[in-house]
């Protein structure tokens, strides 16, 4: 037992003490700005402010497939935005309130549009380019499931079993229990789909699967929380197939990469402005010139 187990919650709750864990000095309970400070803008109508998180990979991964795809209008600058505070600059909590990444303006008509959340962004861009989104009404409505199904189960993953497992200051069996008990539910959930379809949506490549593979691809490889082993990732067949089967796209591979900050230096493209960065100006070649 531990002091957690004698914690009585007070009749009101104060912020008079950090949190704790790894993200303890950016966790604040009020919303809003706590500085100045523009974005840049630059020349694509598609600016994307992110990092390269399971959320941040799902844009970037979009966009490098719409280009593959040939909608050459899917172009992008990609900014990085490093979740140390500068998620509160001004410029960032205009296009996005709630200070997560990623963030979109789409400047390609006569008003600018903002776009916060991953899974709207997806969809918007889907829905513009008429790609990856089924238009059968059934199958659009199987994708959407599969889509919105990510945006409910994530936090569980992230916020619960990553949280508790991997980033709290005490390890809680109730709580790392609780939370390894609903992970693999969840990957038996899509291990169980997989085994009748070959994406999550059926049979064609969509922003469902674009959208559940950072999260439960990298889980399924034992990428995230060094937990592969805590929750035997192995077991879950049908998720390996069709984890290793996206990772494998070109357009995948580019993705990971578009805002990465951390890693091997040739995988890591802190901005991404034209398709040639990907060749000129990953880390490993702009590194030795800046020392």
Known sequence: MTDTAEYVPPA?????????????????????PTHDKELPIGKHPLQLYSLSTPNGIKVTVMLEELLAAGHSGAEYDAWLIRIDGNQFGSGF???????????????SGPAPIRLFESGA???????KFGAFLPRDPAKRAECLCWLFWQM???????????????????KIEYAIDRF???A????????RRLAEAEYLGGDD?????????????ALAKGAVYGAGEFLQVQDYKHLQRWTDQIAARPAVKRGRMVNCAW????????????ASDFELRTQDKLAPAEG
């Not at 909590?93 to 400047?107: F, T």
């Not at 699967?209 to 999260?215: E, H, R, T």
């Open 12 to 32: 009101v709750w104060t912020w008079n003490k950090e949190s704790g864990g790894r993200f303890a000095s950016i966790n604040r309970p009020i919303a809003g």
């Open 93 to 107: 909590v205009a296009i996005n309130p709630n200070s997560k990444i990623p963030a979109m303006m789409d400047r």
């Open 121 to 127: 962004i997806l969809l918007h861009l889907a829905e």
């Open 152 to 170: 409910g189960s994530a936090p569980y993953l992230g916020g619960g079993f990553g949280h508790f497992y991997a980033y709290a200051p005490t």
């Open 180 to 182: 390894a008990m609903e």
């Open 184 to 191: 693999k539910r969840q990957l038996d959930v899509l291990d």
């Open 205 to 217: 490549y969509s922003i469902a699967d674009i959208a559940v593979w950072p999260w439960y691809g």
């Open 263 to 274: 890693g091997d230096p040739a995988a890591q493209l802190h901005e991404r402005h034209d």
